[in-house]
């Protein structure tokens, strides 16, 4: 069962992340929704996010990460926070990361340390993190399709990637990946390193 609580922000409410039972964000155009007592008063904050969020997700109370996409179609910034999402800046990447790390449309980690983050624009990237988000390094476009824009691993080694109906899975911690088909996705969760739930288009 569900219950309706009111929003204050005239916007769609698309991507959140809850640490506990107590403790959650949600993404706005610029900024975030926050919540300390469990969803019962939500709060804005988040200096320094200069577009709408397309992804996030908190390791803590204090530590988080997030994408923005930018003014320019399609691409997006990483930013990292920590002191709760109050303020974030802008992480480093290593070339062929051009502008500031704006490629990104999703991003996910299995740890608190290592995460993927997938993208693209006119051709896929992936890039690994592995302290937390801090600073980046390209794996390539070895993502064979159109940008991905959804991505979720189980663990360091077990991910799926996806834009509409179209998946891949890698083994290896994206080293390499393998294609299949599914329903459109706009969100991706797995249970195993072989099941897994997607909510998309049409119910």
């Known amino acids: 069962t ?16 809850f640490i506990d039972d107590q403790h959650g964000w949600i993404g706005l155009p610029d900024g975030v929704l926050k919540t300390t007592n469990g969803g ?6 988040g200096a320094g996010i200069p577009a709408r969020v397309n992804d996030i997700q908190f390791f803590d109370a204090n530590r988080g990460v997030l994408v923005t996409l930018s ?17 974030w800046t802008s992480t480093t990447c290593t070339a062929p990361w051009p502008e500031h790390c704006d490629r990104v449309w999703a991003l996910h980690f299995p740890t608190q ?12 990237y992936q890039y690994v993190s ?6 980046w390094t390209t794996r390539g476009d070895s993502i064979q399709f159109r940008e991905p824009s959804e991505v979720y691993f189980y663990d360091v080694n077990n991910g799926w ?8 899975r890698t083994s290896n911690g994206g080293q390499s990946w393998s294609q299949f088909s599914g329903p459109t996705a706009d969100d991706i969760q797995l249970i195993t ?9 049409n119910g």
């Open 113 to 124: 340390q290592f995460g993927i983050a997938v993208g693209g624009f006119v051709h896929s």
């Open 2 to 17: 569900w219950s309706a609580q009111s929003n204050p922000y005239a916007v769609d409410l698309t991507v959140m992340w």
């Open 71 to 87: 003014a320019f179609g399609g691409r997006g910034v990483v930013e990292i926070t920590s002191d709760g999402g109050e303020t």
């Open 130 to 135: 592995t302290n937390g988000g801090a600073s």
């Open 40 to 45: 019962a008063t939500w709060f804005k904050t």
């Open 193 to 201: 390193p072989s099941l897994g739930f997607v909510a998309g288009y």
């Open 161 to 168: 990637a996806a834009v509409g109906s179209n998946y891949l």
